[in-house]
């Protein structure tokens, strides 16, 4: 099947870790013989002016159709099959990562473990909930979802409220989605919160230990959370020491650092369809 992965980030100040976890899935890339495609600022010129003005020009937004356009145009020169990551994507295992599912598409499985100090309450508690996220996408030829989630992202951003989160039309939306028609999901990229970065970069495992407890299946890349980078979570500085010292411990040690907490895997959860666990 021919196959492209491709990837889009800007090309001046690009912090050393997020070249590193670029390199990893270029890597992977041609370990499986795939074709690969880096999409600089331009990527961005595929999304229409009205949505641009829609999306108040955050980039998040703009990205999650341009990601759909891209995919799109892949597909109607030749390609049979499309492999979107995110630039904050870091392969830690290319041998045993896998996106060979069965179905037409795919998105990623989210487990998000946070702090939150909800009203009233002094000291912060761990929440950690499911989610769908778009961070890992694919998209087999003429697939059913690929039409319907643009027209969706269009339809969405005309009626986004004032306030709004970047992942409205991405992982708000794909979550909302997933609770009512159960979408196919890769388990074997997860998403590091900070808490979870910061346990790798200082290593700790406490919450380590609670995301795989919930993830339920072995991993093999992950997405790093690009947005904290260069701000503070709760106390904790997320400055690009913080993701360095996080890749080194996960590429050090092919994912053990994480997996060596999975206690038991989990067959499958509610309304979620878990593909390539292994």
Not at 13 to 18: E, G
Not at 167 to 184: A, C, D, E, H, Q
Request: charged share 25%; aromatic share 12%.
């Amino acid at each position: 099947m021919r196959t492209i992965v491709y990837q889009s980030y800007r090309t001046h100040n690009v912090p050393a870790w997020i070249t590193r976890c670029l390199s990893t899935v270029e890597a992977w890339t041609d370990r499986k013989k795939f074709e690969y495609k880096f999409i600089d600022d331009s990527f961005f010129d595929l999304v229409p002016d009205w949505y641009k003005q829609k999306a108040n020009g955050n980039k998040l937004l703009i990205t999650d159709l341009a990601r759909l356009e891209a995919a799109r145009e892949f597909l109607s020169n030749g390609y049979e099959r499309t492999i979107w990551v995110d630039a904050d994507v870091v392969i830690f295992d290319a041998e045993r990562f896998e996106v060979d599912v069965a179905e037409e598409y795919a998105f990623c499985r989210e487990v998000w473990v946070h702090k939150a100090r909800p009203f009233g309450v002094t000291l912060p508690i761990t929440r950690i909930s499911n989610k769908v996220n778009n961070s890992v996408m694919v998209y087999v030829k003429n697939n059913s979802m690929l039409e319907f989630y643009r027209s969706a992202c269009e339809r969405l951003i005309t009626t986004m409220p004032s306030r709004f989160d970047g992942g409205y039309v991405s992982t708000t939306f794909l979550t909302w989605l997933n609770k009512r028609m159960p979408l196919p999901l890769l388990a074997n990229v997860g998403l590091f919160s900070p808490v979870i970065l910061h346990d790798l970069a200082t290593g700790k495992d406490r919450y380590v230990r609670m995301f795989m407890q919930r993830f339920g299946s072995h991993i093999h890349a992950a997405n790093l959370c690009s947005t904290f980078n260069n701000g503070r979570y709760m106390g904790r500085e997320m400055n690009d020491g913080v993701y360095d010292r996080a890749i080194a411990a996960l590429i050090g040690s092919c994912g053990d650092v994480v997996n060596k907490h999975l206690e038991k895997e989990l067959p499958s959860l509610p309304n979620l369809r878990i593909l390539a666990t292994q």
